[in-house]
């Protein structure tokens, strides 16, 4: 699978800029990859980042805590009937952090509870991020709000308090309730 746009329903809704991706995209990889996009889980989200009626499958993002199945459900009015298993695309198993702030931090049991929701009920997630990482330089990012003095800049780290932290530590409880998800057979 590859991902040709992520999140652009947030912002846009260019059909022919999605288009464009999609032939750049088979014309390197061939007719053989699945291609697909990530956008919110909301029709507006959906309604701008997908190509509804194409071979383009469309994924969800939503807040990890969302109740995940009425966003499976309207996941399935952008894909082609039948062609739609429930992917969360990006299940948050933490949060960035911004300049200022105190390093994220997530609860490691609700953050399992709230992926089993997906499991029990043979969904498919994706962690947003199983590993923690660096930004380099200016290359981290940042949020706005209303406006431009709402401007939050993220730290460099990319760590989200994920279960293989940014140094390569594993002796935190989310790692270790990874034992937990052995109870699901692979299909």
Same mark, same amino acid.
């Given at each position: 699978m590859v991902q040709v746009e992520n999140e652009y329903g947030s912002f846009g809704d260019d059909k022919d800029y999605l288009q464009y991706l999609v032939k750049l995209a088979r014309s390197h990889l061939g007719d053989d990859v699945i291609l697909y996009t990530t956008? #919110? #889980?909301a029709v507006g989200n959906l309604n701008g980042g997908t190509l509804v009626g194409s071979d383009v499958y469309a994924a969800v993002d939503f807040s990890t805590g969302e109740d995940p199945w009425p966003i499976f459900e309207l996941q399935k009015k952008y894909n082609a009937p039948g062609k739609s298993p429930a992917l969360a695309s990006e299940f948050y198993t933490g949060w960035l952090t911004h300049w200022g702030e105190t390093f994220a931090q997530t609860d490691a049991?609700? =953050?399992a509870s709230e992926l089993d929701k997906i499991l029990s009920k043979n969904g498919s997630a994706v962690l947003y991020m199983a590993h923690g990482g660096t930004n380099f330089g200016f290359f981290s990012g940042a949020n706005t709000g209303e406006n431009a003095s709402d401007f939050e800049p993220d730290i460099t780290s990319y760590d989200y308090d994920s279960p293989i932290r940014e140094n390569g530590d594993v002796d935190n409880? %989310?790692? %270790? =309730? %990874?034992?937990?998800f052995l109870i699901y057979p692979l299909r």
């Open positions: 956008d #919110g #889980g049991m609700q =953050v409880l %989310k790692f %270790k =309730v %990874k034992t937990h």
